[in-house]
């Protein structure tokens, strides 16, 4: 069983940035296993932010691109996601998650572990 702890979140003006960090606090991840972010902002669905496959491809929303970088540190056992030039529509609550897979359109469904979530708040 993997538990993942996210941490990094708070609150920041527009434009501003911050570093999620998602680490395995117990279990092993390997480094075949995808990890990604997802974010549920209130009144609104789920939605796949950044993924980081095996051989280090990366995927990103179209609304973070450019602004968004996941990241991952296998030996840790961590991954990170920078969030800069931060907006308003960003403010959800961001989880971490990662499996053996994340394919799909609705890929972060495919996670077989997630964390409790990190809430982010951006102010305009």
């Known amino acids: 069983q993997v538990q993942l702890v996210e941490s990094g979140g708070g609150s920041v003006q527009a434009g501003g940035s911050l570093r999620l960090s998602c680490a395995a606090a117990?279990?092993?991840?390997?480094?075949?296993?995808?990890m990604g972010w997802f974010r549920q902002a209130p009144g609104k669905e789920r939605e796949g932010v950044a993924r980081?496959?095996?051989?280090?491809?990366?995927d990103y929303v179209d609304s973070v691109k450019g602004r968004f970088t996941i990241s991952r540190d296998n030996a840790k056992k961590t991954s990170y996601l920078q969030m800069n030039s931060l907006k308003p529509d960003d403010t959800a609550t961001y989880y971490c998650?990662?499996?053996?897979?994340?394919?799909?359109?609705?890929?972060?469904?495919?996670?077989?572990?997630r964390g409790q979530g990190t809430q982010v708040t951006v102010l305009s």
């Open positions: 117990s279990g092993y991840i390997y480094s075949t296993y995808c």
């Open positions: 980081i496959l095996i051989g280090g491809r990366t």
């Open positions: 998650g990662t499996g053996p897979r994340c394919l799909g359109g609705r890929w972060w469904e495919d996670f077989n572990y």
